[in-house]
C-alpha cells in the first residue's frame, strides 16, 4: 500500500546544481510532511519539516515547496554539495495521535564534484 | 549527547530460527517506533509503544513478530522462525512526546540476514 510517492528514483547532479525531488500523497487526513537525509549504514534523520498551512519552508540550503490542492510537495537543495550525496525520503504524518511515518520509496542523490 | 542505539547491527540467522532485536532509545523519551527497511526501499511502520505500552501493532507482518517494552526503555523485536521475506534493516525510532507528531530520532539499524 503506497500512499505517499515519490520521484525520481535517483538523481545526478553536478556539484552546485539544485536538485528537486517529488513527493504526492492521496490521503488528507495527513498533516505534516518531514523529509529524511539518510547515509550508507546510518538510520534516516530529519532534514526539515513543513505543515499544510504554509506553501513554502527553507532552512539554510534546503526548501520545500507544498501544494496542498494537487497533494504534493517537493524538496529543492540549492547549490548542492558531493556532501549531500545521500537517500532522501519524504514522510507524512497524520491520522493517528502519536505521529506514525508514512515514508516514499526514496531517491538516491549523487553530487558530482 | 548518546543517540538511540540498537544491538546488534548484524544479525544473520538459518530460516526458522528465532532473533532478537534490541533498542536503546534516548533516555526519557517516551514513544517508540519499529520500522522495516527492504532493500532500496522506504521504512514501513511495524509498531508503537507510549512508555510501555504498545498501541499500535498493526504494521507487523505476521504474528511470527513480536515486540515488547516492558519498563517503558529498552525495546526488544523478536521474529519467531525466520523466513526469507524476512531479510531488511530494522529501524528504532524514538521521540520525546507521546501523542502529535514529534521528530523521530532512528538509530541505525539491524541488518538481518535470514539464509
Known amino acids: 500500500q503506497q500512499q505517499v510517492k515519490q520521484s525520481p528514483q535517483s538523481l545526478i547532479v553536478q556539484k552546485g546544481g539544485i536538485p528537486i525531488i517529488n513527493c504526492a500523497y492521496e490521503?488528507?487526513?495527513?498533516?505534516?510532511f518531514p523529509w529524511y537525509q539518510q547515509f550508507p549504514g546510518k538510520g534516516p534523520a530529519l532534514l526539515i519539516a513543513?505543515?499544510?498551512?504554509?506553501s513554502e519552508k527553507k532552512e539554510g540550503r534546503f526548501t520545500i515547496s507544498f501544494n496542498k490542492s494537487a497533494k504534493q510537495f517537493s524538496l529543492h537543495i540549492m547549490d548542492s554539495q558531493p556532501g549531500d550525496s545521500a537517500t532522501y525520503f519524504c514522510?507524512?504524518?497524520?491520522?493517528?495521535?502519536?505521529?506514525?511515518?508514512?515514508f516514499g520509496q526514496g531517491t538516491i542523490l549523487t553530487v558530482h564534484p | 549527547g548518546a543517540g538511540v542505539s540498537q544491538s546488534p547491527r548484524y544479525k544473520v540467522a538459518k530460516r526458522g530460527q528465532d532473533v532478537a532485536l534490541r533498542c536503546d532509545p534516548i533516555?526519557?523519551?517516551?514513544?517508540l517506533f519499529w520500522y522495516q527497511q527492504a532493500l532500496g526501499q522506504g521504512p514501513e511502520f511495524l509498531t508503537y509503544?507510549?512508555?510501555?505500552?504498545?498501541?499500535?501493532k498493526s504494521g507487523l507482518p505476521s504474528d511470527r513478530f513480536f515486540a515488547e517494552r516492558p519498563e517503558g526503555s529498552v525495546s526488544t523485536l523478536k521474529i519467531q522462525r525466520t523466513q526469507q521475506e524476512d531479510s531488511a534493516v530494522y529501524l528504532c525510532?524514538?521521540?520525546?512526546?507521546?501523542?502529535?507528531?514529534?521528530?523521530?530520532?532512528f538509530g541505525p539499524g539491524t541488518r538481518l540476514t535470514v539464509l
Open positions: 525510532a524514538s521521540s520525546f512526546r507521546g501523542p502529535g507528531a514529534d521528530t523521530q530520532y
Open positions: 490521503n488528507t487526513a495527513f498533516d505534516y
Open positions: 513543513i505543515r499544510p498551512d504554509v
Open positions: 514522510a507524512a504524518v497524520g491520522g493517528t495521535s502519536y505521529g506514525k511515518l508514512t
Open positions: 533516555s526519557g523519551h517516551v514513544s
Open positions: 509503544f507510549q512508555n510501555e505500552a504498545q498501541l499500535d
